[in-house]
Each structure stands twice: as C-alpha cells, then as structure tokens.
C-alpha cells in the first residue's frame, strides 16, 4: 500500500519548511499527487529518498493511496509547525543582527582611536 504525508507532516518529517517541499514540489524534484479534496500529497517512500531519512514513520498520520478514507483537514498543525518554524528563523536573524551590531561598535571605537592626520603623514612620505 503506498502511504502519502501531506506537505506540513512531509516537512515537520524532513525537517525543513513547507516552503523548502512546496519548492521541491514544483521544480519537480519531489513528485506528489493529488487526493480528492485537492489537497497535495506526498509519497513517503519519494520523501524518504529525498532527504536520506533511513526511518520514517510510515503510519499513523500518513495518507493511504486512497486519500478519501482518510481525514484530510490538519489545518491549525500545519500553521503550528509553520509558525515554529518561522520563530526559530526570526529568533536566528535577531541574534545575527545583534551580533552585527557589535561588531560596528568595535569597529567604531577602533575608528575612533585613529590619527587619520598621522596616517596623512605616513602616506605622503611613501615614494
């Protein structure tokens, strides 16, 4: 029986971001089809190759090849897993940015220190 996740399970599975899969999807790097409300799916065994996962859960959340047997609506967890996602990103760049930030004010206390009508002099002597 072929088992299907849907795009947020696929991504919490492997990973990386609905946005990463949906991507993946699209250049037709990760093929996937379509259940009977519309909704993509993605073959398990396709996702597990893909991103080298050697164990994957294969039930219970996964889709059966019959999708309409199955309860399609996970809506509220694919915007909670998205919105973890997402923390975990701002809260990277918002240590990047204060990172960042120390470093300017190092580099303007260097700047600071310097004699530029010095460094004048030392540059007009040079042949």
Do not use: C, W
């Given at each position: 029986?072929?088992?299907?996740?849907?795009?947020?399970?696929?991504?919490?599975?492997?990973?990386?971001?609905?946005?990463?899969?949906?991507?993946?999807?699209?250049?037709?790097?990760?093929?996937?089809?379509?259940?009977?409300?519309?909704?993509?799916?993605?073959?398990?065994?396709?996702l597990?190759?893909?991103?080298?996962?050697?164990?994957?859960?294969?039930?219970?959340?996964?889709?059966?090849?019959?999708?309409?047997?199955?309860?399609?609506?996970?809506?509220?967890?694919?915007?909670?897993?998205?919105?973890?996602?997402?923390?975990?990103?701002?809260?990277?760049?918002?240590?990047?940015?204060?990172?960042?930030?120390?470093?300017?004010?190092?580099?303007?206390?260097?700047?600071?220190?310097i004699?530029?009508?010095?460094?004048?002099?030392?540059?007009?002597?040079?042949?």
């Amino acid at each position: 029986m072929d088992l299907y996740y849907d795009i947020s399970k696929a991504a919490l599975t492997a990973k990386v971001s609905r946005h990463t899969i949906m991507k993946q999807m699209s250049s037709g790097k990760l093929s996937y089809a379509v259940d009977s409300s519309g909704k993509k799916i993605i073959p398990v065994d396709d996702l597990a190759k893909i991103y080298n996962l050697a164990e994957i859960e294969k039930e219970p959340t996964a889709h059966s090849a019959d999708p309409e047997k199955e309860p399609v609506d996970s809506t509220v967890s694919d915007l909670k897993h998205e919105i973890a996602l997402l923390k975990q990103r701002v809260s990277s760049q918002q240590e990047m940015i204060e990172e960042l930030k120390k470093s300017k004010k190092i580099l303007e206390d260097h700047l600071k220190k310097i004699d530029f009508n010095e460094v004048l002099k030392l540059l007009k002597q040079k042949p």
